[in-house]
């Protein structure tokens, strides 16, 4: 029942690389895979990310309420956090991410262009 050890707050990680609520008493369940570990497992949490961002411009729910620009702000911060190496890796492959944030325009929603730093940011040889 081990996952990498990675832990956030009350969350840890379980086998198969996906994060559980050890603080609730409750255990976890083996088959959900809704939340995936952002330090063994960061390519496949910051694409979910992306996927999440692109597509949704505003939510809300008994966690709190965002939009796509929240979404992935809070994704890079946690991936940045949990595993810098590999995240600055996977960000400079993943490219730009036009995340959705809600508004009153005809289309209820505006894009906004995050992860746009260059492919080659921070590199020594230039």
């Excluded at 956090?81 to 995240?87: K, R």
Aim: aromatic share 8%.
């Amino acid at each position: 029942m081990s996952g990498c050890g990675y832990s956030s707050g009350d969350w840890d990680c379980r086998e198969g690389g996906y994060m559980y609520d050890a603080g609730s008493g409750e255990g976890y369940d083996p088959e959900d895979s809704t939340y995936i570990c952002p330090h063994c497992r960061t390519k496949d949490f910051l694409e979910a990310a992306k996927e999440d961002a692109e597509s949704t411009s505003s939510y809300s729910g008994s966690c709190g309420s965002g939009t796509g620009v929240t979404i992935w702000a809070s994704a890079e911060k946690e991936a940045l956090s949990a595993n810098p190496d590999e995240a600055r890796k996977v960000l400079s492959e993943l490219g730009v991410v036009g995340a959705l944030e809600r508004d009153e325009s005809a289309e209820g929603y505006s894009v906004v262009f995050c992860n746009t730093q260059p492919a080659n940011q921070g590199d020594k040889d230039e």
